[in-house]
C-alpha cells in the first residue's frame, strides 16, 4: 500500500505561483497512476489533474488547464503540481491519490491512498 505525503501549500497573492509535492513511501511510485485533487471550505473533494504512470499523458480540469501542470519524477516518487496564475478560486486543501488504473474520464479513477493534504490559500 502506498503512503502519501503533500507539501509545498502556503499563503500566496493572486497572480502567483506555487508547486506542490507528493512523496510517496511503501511502494513503488510507477506502479500507480496519480492525481491532485482539491477541497474547498464546505464544498466536496474535487478532480484537479492526472498523470499516468510514465509521465506521458496527463489530464486537467477545465478550471485548470493552462495554469497548473502535474508532473512526476518516478526515481524520487514524488508527484508534483505546478500552480500559476492562481486565484482566489483555488484556495483549498490540496490531496494527492493513487490509483492502479484510469479510466476514460479520468476524474472518475479510483483514486485512493490520500495524505493529509496540504493548505493552498490564494489572497487578492
Known amino acids: 500500500q502506498v503512503r502519501l505525503v503533500e507539501s509545498g501549500g502556503g499563503l500566496v497573492q493572486a497572480g502567483g505561483s506555487l508547486r506542490l509535492s507528493c512523496a510517496a513511501s511503501?511502494?513503488?511510485?510507477?506502479?500507480?497512476?496519480m492525481g491532485w485533487f482539491r477541497q474547498a471550505p464546505g464544498k466536496e473533494r474535487r478532480y484537479v489533474a492526472a498523470?499516468?504512470?510514465?509521465?506521458?499523458?496527463?489530464h486537467y480540469a477545465d478550471s485548470v488547464k493552462g495554469r497548473f501542470t502535474i508532473s512526476r519524477d518516478n526515481a524520487k516518487n514524488t508527484v508534483y503540481l505546478q500552480m500559476n496564475k492562481l486565484k482566489p478560486e483555488d484556495t483549498a486543501v490540496y490531496y494527492c491519490g493513487a490509483t492502479s488504473y484510469l479510466v476514460s474520464d479520468p476524474a472518475k479513477s479510483p483514486f485512493g491512498s490520500w495524505g493529509q493534504g496540504t493548505q493552498v490559500t490564494v489572497s487578492l
Open positions: 498523470i499516468n504512470w510514465s509521465g506521458a499523458t496527463t
Open positions: 511503501g511502494d513503488t511510485l510507477s506502479s500507480y497512476h
